[in-house]
């Protein structure tokens, strides 16, 4: 079984950039894709962006193409998001989770078996 941390979060003012890190523990998550979705109160979990296991595949939500960019590092066990151009609508926490062995990115929340427990991103406008 694979434990999740996320980490990086923060209040930062609009037009801001963060970069998430979600650190994998227990087994390797290199074979595994991964994503991130995030949730703002009173609203449902969605997707932000999602990796191939390999890296060379990757999805995007709409609402962050151009501004956000998901990049693993498998030597590091670490998965990353890079967070640029914030705006408030941006404000949730943010989670990290795995999905299918050898798998595509996917977008959608059943393929992901483990998650982290979140940071809070706070975007200030």
């Known amino acids: 079984q694979v434990q999740l941390v996320e980490s990086g979060g923060g209040l930062v003012q609009t037009g801001g950039s963060l970069r998430l890190s979600c650190a994998a523990s227990?087994?390797?998550?290199?074979?595994?894709?991964m994503g991130w979705f995030r949730q703002a109160p009173g609203k449902e979990r969605e997707v932000v962006a999602a990796?191939?296991?390999?890296?060379?595949?990757?999805f995007y939500a709409d609402s962050v193409k151009g501004r956000f960019f998901i990049s693993r590092d498998n030597n590091k066990n670490t998965l990353y998001l890079q967070m640029n151009s914030l705006k408030p609508e941006d404000t949730a926490v943010y989670y990290c989770?795995?999905?299918?062995?050898?798998?595509?990115?996917?977008?959608?929340?059943?393929?992901?078996?483990?998650w982290g427990q979140g940071t809070q991103v706070t975007v200030s406008s």
């Open positions: 990796i191939s296991w390999t890296g060379s595949g990757t």
């Open positions: 227990g087994r390797t998550m290199s074979i595994y894709a």
């Open positions: 989770a795995e999905a299918r062995e050898f798998g595509p990115p996917t977008s959608r929340r059943d393929d992901y078996t483990y």
